[in-house]
């Protein structure tokens, strides 16, 4: 596309076993005063839009009923956005984009923002952004739509390696939970110490048993709080440890191997 003296591409990409739609952009931007947007019209019953934050999601209205609802014209958002009715619905995801606009009948997505204080200049720049809509049945839940935004945020990478004499599918992730609502959310190590930190949060809004896998049998692992003080222990169970979890709530763990 040319807008002006921008120029706009794009990638309309379609998956044989994925459900989403990617739109792979690069823009020349070179405007000033101008808001770049994608929108969509989607055919959704809804009265309220749900949106990604960290470790979490919130609801927002999206009518127009008052002043004050008219004036709430863009949430601030991370991976995704959602409107869904009983059995049916719509998200939109993206990879680095943070404002969100959903009226009744449509959805829109922030891409650029071309203000000119206190940069004159701001966003006038080559871009390269990938956002994806993925229509579902279910609710935001039942389509796995966190799941989703996250293999968009984090693609998976290949290297090439060593020759092995075993087949790479005999190698066992990491870590992981055996619930969808459960997120690993972070690895890394401890800020103050050997250990590993492992950190889980919750995002359907639903308290749930979990059991976490490890690809290893840890020596250790103990529960802290977001300073990784040390809060207890949970005895694992071979390369397992079972836990209990509250609607949204966010775990750490540090784990010894």
Request: glycine residues 4%.
């Amino acid at each position: 596309y040319r807008f002006n003296r921008s120029d706009i591409w794009q990638d309309l990409i379609f998956y044989r076993d994925l459900d989403r739609v990617d739109f792979v952009t690069t823009v020349d931007w070179r405007e000033a005063h101008y808001m770049l947007k994608a929108h969509f019209p989607v055919d959704v019953f809804y009265n309220e839009a749900t949106y990604d934050i960290q470790y979490g999601n919130v609801k927002r209205p999206a009518h127009k009923n008052t002043s004050w609802d008219a004036a709430r014209f863009e949430v601030c958002a991370h991976k995704w956005a959602d409107v869904s009715e009983a059995d049916y619905g719509f998200s939109l995801m993206n990879d680095c984009k943070y404002g969100y606009s959903v009226d009744e009948d449509s959805m829109a997505l922030t891409l650029l923002k071309s203000s000119t204080y206190p940069n004159p200049e701001a966003d006038q720049e080559r871009h390269f952004f990938t956002y994806s809509i993925m229509p579902h049945t279910g609710d935001w839940r039942a389509a796995g739509i966190p799941a989703a935004a996250y293999r968009l945020n984090i693609p998976v990478i290949t290297v090439p390696g060593r020759n092995r004499s075993s087949s790479s599918s005999d190698l066992p992730p990491f870590v992981q939970t055996d619930r969808d609502n459960v997120i690993v959310e972070t690895v890394k190590r401890q800020m103050d110490g050997e250990d590993t930190i492992i950190r889980v949060y919750e995002c359907y809004g639903a308290r749930s048993e979990a059991v976490m896998t490890f690809g290893f049998t840890p020596r250790s692992v103990k529960t802290a709080n977001l300073m990784e003080d040390v809060l207890g222990e949970i005895v694992p169970e071979g390369n397992q440890i079972r836990f209990f979890i509250r609607p949204y709530e966010i775990l750490t763990f540090l784990v010894k191997y």
